[in-house]
């Protein structure tokens, strides 16, 4: 069946540092690829998305490139900031959603 | 962009009573929504697939006489955990398949005392 495979966490930056989040996935077909934020006690946010190979999706300078060739997703940010802290989720939707298992990102002033 | 939302955000019930979760889709219709579960510090587990109108299709494992969904309207699927235990404590998110994507409700946090 379909997984996706998240590097593990914690992460712990300081504010201004590049940030990377690695997510691999296994599907069937052709899926599309998300990226989910979410903050203490909250629901998941949607931060973005790719529904086809080479796609880049982008929101808030976090940027992450469907990679067919290597099953890829990589979250990326050049600067992060405090207020990035948060659990982040890598998903593929093929019909239903199948989710990594989160990394917890904290930022230090 | 499109809003879902859950009901109650939290709830506190007795072992052995029963609660219902409610998920609307406020500002569009849903003809399939999703039910996960999510312990702390994990991921979240797909419990069921509703779709409005037919039965709901079960996740391995996932006890349907015990979590009982119903899709009455495009714009509303509830949960409801029959006998409630202990163990059924735990976060529940559920979304709704819009056109281009699924939107997530802000989760519901049931404790069973």
């Known amino acids: 069946g379909d997984s996706v495979t998240q590097m593990e966490g914690p992460v712990t930056l300081s504010e201004e540092a590049f940030l990377t989040i690695n997510c691999t996935y296994t599907?069937?077909?052709?899926?599309?690829l998300f990226w989910y934020v979410q903050y203490p006690g909250e629901g998941l946010q949607l931060l973005l998305k790719?529904?086809?190979?080479?796609d880049k999706g982008s929101n808030k300078g976090f940027e992450a490139t469907y990679r067919k060739e290597t099953t890829s997703f990589h979250l990326e940010k050049g600067s992060v900031q405090v207020s990035d802290s948060a659990v982040y989720f890598c998903?593929?939707?093929?019909?239903?959603?199948?989710f990594g298992d989160g990394t917890t990102l904290t930022v230090k002033p | 962009g499109a809003v879902v939302s859950q009901h109650p955000s939290w709830v506190i019930c007795k072992s052995g009573t029963s609660v219902k979760i409610e998920c609307r889709s406020l500002?569009?219709?849903?003809?399939?929504m999703f039910w996960y579960r999510q312990f702390p510090k994990q991921s979240l587990m797909l419990m069921a697939t509703?779709?409005?109108?037919?039965?709901?299709?079960?996740e391995q494992g996932v006890e349907k006489d015990k979590f009982l969904i119903n899709h009455a309207s495009l714009t509303l699927s509830t949960l409801t955990v029959t006998s409630a235990h202990p163990e059924d404590s735990s976060f529940y998110i559920c979304?709704?398949?819009?056109?281009?994507?699924?939107?997530f409700g802000p989760g519901t946090r049931l404790t069973v005392t």
């Open positions: 979304s709704a398949s819009g056109e281009y994507e699924q939107y």
């Open positions: 599907a069937t077909g052709y899926p599309s």
């Open positions: 790719a529904t086809k190979a080479d």
């Open positions: 998903a593929l939707e093929a019909g239903k959603s199948t």
């Open positions: 500002d569009f219709q849903a003809t399939t």
């Open positions: 509703s779709n409005e109108g037919s039965k709901a299709t079960y």
